[in-house]
């Protein structure tokens, strides 16, 4: 069966400092990946998706990347964080069948201080 | 393009009367719904999909969701809530025109009173 890791947990960082926040799947190949971000009292918004290795789809401007460095391995960055970076971060993972189903991580809850 | 449209940010209810959580969606051509959850500091699972076939869709946890199409609405339905049903709820629609990609709607927090 599938499974979809995250971590760190939760992280307190320094504003200025710098972010990286990784996200594994197990048990499938070649899904699609995003990075969804939930501020403080606000939906669901979607940052980043990749279909592929390398290949990574900005949906916002901001101050934060993504990368793609193997299959299943999802990396979100920033070289200094914002105080606005604060939110939960959710990785999640989908097949490549129009009628899949989009899989969520357990979420990194960051603080930015 | 399409959108979905959550018009209650918060549904209070009390314990074991019946919930609807209404979800309206825009372009009613070839698309595809859901339902997820998300209970306090976890990631969202899905409660319910509908891709075709019948327009009552039953999901986990008692819930069931119907598709009108000439409402372009999904709404979600529980005859009798718990106290553990506390939790976020949104609502996704995916399409040919967003590339199957899910548009998801701003969630709807279902608050269980005692």
């Known amino acids: 069966s599938q499974t979809i890791h995250q971590w760190p947990a939760t992280l307190v960082q320094p504003v200025g400092s710098p972010l990286s926040l990784e996200c594994t799947v197990e048990?499938?190949?070649?899904?699609?990946l995003y990075w969804y971000r939930q501020a403080a009292g606000r939906g669901l918004q979607l940052l980043f998706y990749?279909?592929?290795?390398?290949?990574i789809s900005s949906e916002v401007p901001q101050n934060l990347s993504a990368s793609r460095p193997q299959d299943r391995q999802f990396i979100l960055s920033s070289k200094k964080l914002l105080l606005s970076d604060s939110g939960f971060y959710l990785c999640?993972?989908?097949?490549?069948?129009?009628?899949?189903?989009?899989?969520f991580g357990p979420g990194t809850r960051l603080t930015v201080l | 393009a399409q959108s979905v449209t959550q018009l209650d940010s918060q549904v209070p209810v009390f314990e074991e009367a019946p919930v609807e959580l209404r979800c309206n969606y825009s372009?009613?051509?070839?698309?595809?719904l859901f339902w997820y959850v998300q209970y306090p500091n976890q990631g969202l699972q899905l409660l319910l999909k509908?891709?075709?076939?019948s327009t009552l869709v039953k999901g986990i946890n008692g819930f069931e969701a119907e598709f009108n199409k000439s409402q372009t609405s999904f709404h979600l339905r529980k005859p009798s809530v718990h106290i553990s049903d506390t939790a976020e709820y949104f609502c996704?629609?995916?399409?040919?025109?967003?590339?199957?990609?899910?548009?998801w709607g701003a969630g709807t927090k279902l608050i269980i009173k005692p």
């Open positions: 999640a993972w989908r097949g490549e069948g129009m009628f899949d189903t989009q899989y």
């Open positions: 048990g499938t190949s070649n899904p699609n």
């Open positions: 990749s279909v592929g290795i390398g290949q």
């Open positions: 372009s009613s051509v070839s698309v595809y």
């Open positions: 509908y891709l075709s076939g």
């Open positions: 996704a629609v995916s399409d040919l025109g967003s590339n199957y990609q899910l548009i």
